[in-house]
């Protein structure tokens, strides 16, 4: 299983943009890369995916590497409801190369500063 | 659109009793994956299922844990006889294709005492 890597924890304050990064250096080509998060006591929320193209949606973008070896998520200002852990998944593009479940890696836990 | 619902949200058990979780997914999905949250830790996957066929249990074991998705009705994790180490959040996932993205619901916290 394509494994992703994540920094623990990250600061940043209320109002300013938040860059999170991810390894994935043994991504496939046919691997689409997924963010989710996950607020205290809920369950994992959708916010972004893409396969080799930057993203935008209205929650978040995301800027995938020219080699897709790493991708940042990019939260244009950060509030206090963006606390979170953030999780990036790698996710097979179709039914015959690879597993069609997510693997979880440990996330990176985000502190917003008021 | 209603979202993935689950039931109970919370759950507590004596040690030996059974637990039974509830997961009705998304209108119109037919995939169903569950996974298990231990405390500080991320989602293991446990168990995926597409209505009345279980794809890939490799993530459960093999003893006390069963999942089921009935044609008709919620899809079912089941453990029987818990023990103290079942003590978790147990999420459920839906998806309208195998390879497409996942909605997740707000889980069961499950407490073995």
């Known amino acids: 299983d394509a494994k992703t890597t994540q920094p623990n924890s990250m600061e940043s304050n209320e109002e300013e943009p938040v860059h999170l990064p991810c390894n994935h250096s043994?991504?496939?080509?046919?691997?689409?890369i997924h963010w989710y998060r996950q607020l205290p006591s809920q369950g994992p929320e959708y916010v972004i995916h893409?396969?080799?193209s930057n993203v935008n949606n209205r929650m978040a973008s995301l800027a995938i590497a020219e080699d897709r070896k790493s991708s940042t998520l990019i939260l244009h200002r950060a509030t206090l409801r963006d606390a979170a852990v953030y999780y990036c998944?790698?996710?097979?593009?179709?039914?015959?190369?690879?597993?069609?479940?997510?693997?979880f890696g440990t996330g990176t836990r985000l502190k917003v500063l008021a | 659109n209603a979202g993935v619902m689950q039931n109970p949200r919370h759950l507590v058990r004596r040690r030996g009793q059974e637990a039974r979780l509830r997961c009705s997914p998304v209108?119109?999905?037919?995939?169903v994956y569950w996974y298990r949250q231990l405390p500080e830790e991320g989602l293991k996957f446990m168990v995926y299922?597409?209505?009345?066929?279980?794809?890939?249990e490799s993530g459960m074991p093999k003893e006390r844990f069963s999942a089921e998705f009935p044609k008709e009705g919620p899809s079912i994790l089941r453990i029987q006889q818990v023990v103290r180490g079942d003590s978790a959040a147990y999420f459920c996932?839906?998806?309208?294709?195998?390879?497409?993205?996942?909605?997740f619901g707000p889980g069961t916290r499950l407490l073995v005492l």
């Open positions: 996932a839906s998806s309208p294709g195998r390879t497409e993205t996942q909605y």
């Open positions: 043994t991504i496939s080509g046919t691997d689409y």
């Open positions: 893409g396969l080799t």
């Open positions: 998944i790698l996710r097979p593009r179709s039914t015959t190369s690879g597993t069609y479940k997510y693997i």
């Open positions: 209108k119109g999905h037919s995939h």
């Open positions: 299922l597409q209505k009345e066929n279980i794809i890939d």
